[in-house]
């Protein structure tokens, strides 16, 4: 009985392996969403670090994270440091290319609760009163990465965040006075926003 029982659990060691050798070698999440707002009303809210408070997914996530911001928070080499509880981490977002008001693209560096390096862009197109975000997250996909990939998808687990963001700031854009340093909802921020870089 022992021996079939160790026979089967190597067998399923072995599927799975073998279905985490099969996975991409990169992946790719994206969301999508209208807001009745020009480019250039939501536009800041994105390329500004100092705006990301009002409508991050991850500040709802934990109110109590600790934010630390580039002496300059738009632009250019822009940089935007978090550390929080395990649902949000620990890591770093830096402004690499900008094209006002289309698009914006960031190097994410995770450094907890585990290390990885993915490219983040927002392009945005206008369609009439409206504007249309995309936001996509892609980078690579090492071993350890591909077998928790044939349990649950980058999809799975960084997509919610990433539609919640937008919900998050489609409300924030369509308010009458766009603007940072309240959340979504109305309530203020309890969080630490330091100048300066870490």
């Given at each position: 009985m022992l021996r079939i029982l160790a026979i089967g659990v190597t067998l399923?060691?072995?599927?799975?392996?073998?279905?985490?050798?099969?996975?991409p070698d990169t992946f790719l999440v994206e969301r999508a969403l209208r807001m009745k707002a020009p480019p250039e009303r939501v536009f800041p809210l994105i390329s500004d670090f100092s705006n990301w408070a009002a409508w991050s997914p991850w500040v709802a996530k934990d109110p109590q994270i600790e934010i630390t911001l580039?002496?300059?928070?738009?632009?250019?080499?822009?940089?935007?440091?978090?550390a929080g509880d395990d649902n949000v981490?620990?890591?770093?977002?830096e402004v690499v290319r900008v094209t006002p008001p289309h698009s914006v693209r960031l190097q994410l560096s995770i450094f907890e609760p585990m290390l990885a390096t993915n490219m983040v862009d927002f392009v945005l197109?206008?369609?009439g009163d409206?504007?249309?975000?995309?936001?996509?997250?892609?980078?690579?996909l090492d071993f350890k990465m591909k077998l928790m990939s044939v349990f649950t998808?980058?999809?799975?687990?960084?997509?919610?965040?990433?539609?919640?963001?937008?919900?998050?700031?489609?409300?924030?854009?369509?308010q009458p006075d766009a603007a940072g340093g309240?959340?979504?909802?109305?309530?203020?921020?309890?969080?630490?926003?330091a100048p300066g870089t870490r």
């Open positions: 399923a060691i072995i599927a799975v392996v073998g279905l985490a050798a099969s996975q580039s002496e300059h928070t738009s632009g250019m080499g822009a940089r935007y440091e978090w981490g620990r890591g770093r977002m197109t206008p369609f409206y504007t249309k975000v995309i936001w996509s997250m892609r980078g690579p998808s980058m999809d799975q687990w960084v997509g919610p965040d990433l539609a919640r963001g937008l919900e998050r700031l489609k409300a924030l854009a369509e309240e959340s979504v909802d109305g309530s203020p921020l309890s969080m630490v926003l």
